[in-house]
């Protein structure tokens, strides 16, 4: 007597398809299981009782959704509407009040639009975001708001799946992955240095974060520095994100190195605050022995003695532009085939006391 082979047993066809290509459709269960060559099911089963598969049949089909970049739709069980009116929007960090306009404006704008936020913390490696964009994709929001716009490739290829409208924002690239709202880090740094070296500063030094976007603003800004026959400004890096403590500190072991340095650019403006109280401790005289400038223009930043001069960054106007790009391709005003919209919001030095 000869056993039957159940389908979900099937062997795999000698030619597996090609993963699909698509612009702005999601990949689907059928996609994958065509990809897998097994049916529709057994996809859904992989994914929900992975244990009552054979071994075999559960690494294909996986392989499929790795190769597809799909990411199972957790609302598909429950009641369906066209749209969720909920907008993801992923942060580094919900401790550091640099990105609150951001969320403020964002949130403000999408309740005036009937959208509800679901925020989530990101920190500063790619291996977190990847966590985190996979939970969300699979909630199924109207939108997705990134920070920054380096991600991992797999991240790219979730959301490239997910056909979900994308904005990246608190940066500028060339390929963004659909929109883009934010600001150029390396003109921040460059812009720095040639406002230090316009007011004399000759010994300049960069205290900084750890993380790719307070880099690139270090790097521009030591580029900057050699460009205009300076020396290479003296490199403190802290762990990301920066607090007060930090920047006493960095201070403290660059005064050590070099104390010959007259200009310093803080990546935020907590290091800043930190670097002028080390520099009171110290009894550096703020700014004729040392200017001090910083990132953010957080609300302390006019009220400290001497007041900072510092960076700032229209938070605000970039969570409301990143709503309104979200919004209008959630609801069709707006489509791929458009052309991505790329907002650069800008940013300006507001000079005070301290440089």
């Not at 994958?32 to 060559?37: K, Q, T």
């Not at 699979?138 to 991240?155: C, M």
């Not at 960054?313 to 707006?334: K, S």
């Amino acid at each position: 007597m000869t056993s039957r082979r159940k389908p979900e047993e099937a062997p795999p066809p000698a030619a597996p398809a090609p993963a699909p290509r698509r612009r702005s459709n999601s990949v689907t269960v059928n996609d994958v299981a065509r990809v897998a060559g097994v049916s529709a099911m057994t996809v859904s089963r992989a994914v929900n009782v992975p244990e009552r598969l054979p071994p075999a049949t559960l690494a294909r089909v996986q392989a499929a959704i790795a190769q597809t970049g799909y990411v199972p739709n957790l609302l598909a069980g429950g009641l369906r509407s066209n749209r969720s009116r909920l907008v993801a929007a992923l942060v580094p960090t919900l401790d550091s009040p640099v990105f609150a306009e951001l969320v403020q404006g964002l949130t403000a704008a999408l309740h005036a639009r009937g959208y509800q936020l679901m925020l989530g913390q990101t920190g500063y490696t790619e291996s977190h975001e990847d966590e985190l964009l996979r939970a969300v994709i699979g909630r199924r929001p109207d939108g997705i708001l990134l920070t920054g716009v380096r991600h991992s490739p797999q991240a790219r290829q979730r959301l490239a799946a997910a056909g979900i409208p994308v904005v990246e924002t608190w940066d500028l690239t060339d390929q963004p992955i659909d929109m883009l709202v934010g600001f150029s880090h390396p003109a921040v740094g460059e812009a720095v240095c040639r406002y230090l070296h316009g007011r004399g500063r000759r010994r300049l030094a960069v205290i900084g974060g750890n993380d790719e976007r307070s880099r690139r603003r270090s790097d521009a800004f030591c580029a900057t520095a050699r460009a205009l026959g300076l020396a290479p400004p003296v490199v403190q890096e802290v762990p990301a994100p920066t607090t007060l403590g930090s920047g006493r500190a960095a201070l403290l072991a660059l005064r050590r190195a070099d104390a010959a340095v007259d200009g310093i650019f803080c990546s935020s403006d907590l290091l800043a605050l930190g670097v002028l109280t080390e520099a009171m401790v110290q009894g550096v005289r703020i700014p004729e022995q040392l200017a001090v400038v910083g990132f953010g223009d957080l609300a302390f930043a006019r009220d400290l003695h001497p007041a900072l001069t510092t960076v700032r960054i229209d938070g605000t106007r970039i969570g409301e532009e990143a709503a309104r790009c979200l919004v209008d391709r959630a609801e069709g005003r707006t489509a791929p085939a458009d052309g991505a919209p790329v907002v650069d919001t800008g940013f300006s030095i507001v000079e005070r006391a301290s440089a």
